[in-house]
Nanobody
Framework: QVQLVESGGGLVHAGGSLRLSCAAS????????MAWFRQAPGKEREFVAA????????SYADSVKGRFTISRDNAKNTVSLQMNSLKPEDTAVYSC??????????????????WGQGTQVTVSS
């Protein structure tokens, strides 16, 4: 079992920055990847960014590439998402996810075993 707790959401003006953090506890040593997904009102959940715990390799949705950066600290069992140049369309509930199994892709929510409760990010225009 893994427990995930997100923090760092809030309200920011367009062009601003926020940093989200996800703290993992429990059986963290065998986690393969952690990711951030987001869901805006009336829309489906979408992939934002992911990082593999072992290699540190990352992947990003095209919509956030160049603006968001995902990072990990295995010693502290945390994953962070630095979000810069925020846009109103980035407004959503952001959720952290973790999985044990290895898959070639890190982008599919169905492959993740554990989820945090989510944190709201609101970007005003």
């Amino acid at each position: 079992q893994v427990q995930l707790v997100e923090s760092g959401g809030g309200l920011v003006h367009a062009g601003g920055s926020l940093r989200l953090s996800c703290a993992a506890s429990g059986r963290t040593s065998t986690i393969d990847a952690m990711a951030w997904f987001r869901q805006a009102p009336g829309k489906e959940r979408e992939f934002v960014a992911a990082i593999r715990r072992g290699t540190g390799s990352t992947s990003y949705a095209d919509s956030v590439k160049g603006r968001f950066t995902i990072s990990r600290d295995n010693a502290k069992n945390t994953v962070s998402l630095q979000m810069n140049s925020l846009k109103p369309e980035d407004t959503a509930v952001y959720s952290c996810a973790a999985r044990y199994g290895y898959y070639p892709s890190t982008r599919y929510s169905s492959q993740y075993d554990y989820w945090g409760q989510g944190t709201q990010v609101t970007v005003s225009s």
